[in-house]
């Protein structure tokens, strides 16, 4: 049987961040795909991927209609960003995200929180 390809959409600015996801995703038997638009995500909403990651420090201009989309096609969104700015987290969470945690938390549970989306997921064929 072939395993299934799991696929994770991040929208990532720190270079340390965007490694370990990648590096995360593949001991799960993933893999990344790293994105830098709303139109990007958008675009590859189509290819069913199993989570998109955002980091609040590096969204721009309309990413929460973006997070709405990819839940409208049953994409589950994790935000993550600094524990200090309390407003983006909060527009996180008003957007529709499945989990928004601070920086310090993606660094410590990465594996936790990707293990819960690409476990059970589906291959996109």
Known sequence: MEAAVKTVLAWVNNLMFSVRIGEVASQLGGHVILVSSNE???????????????????????WQETVAKAKET?????AYGPHVNVDARRAAEEAGCDEVVANSKLTLELPNLLAKYLTNAQASY
């Open 40 to 62: 990007e995500i958008i675009e590859k909403l189509e290819i069913h991927p199993s989570l998109v990651i955002l980091d609040l420090t590096a969204v721009s201009g309309g």
């Open 74 to 78: 049953g994409v589950p969104v994790l």
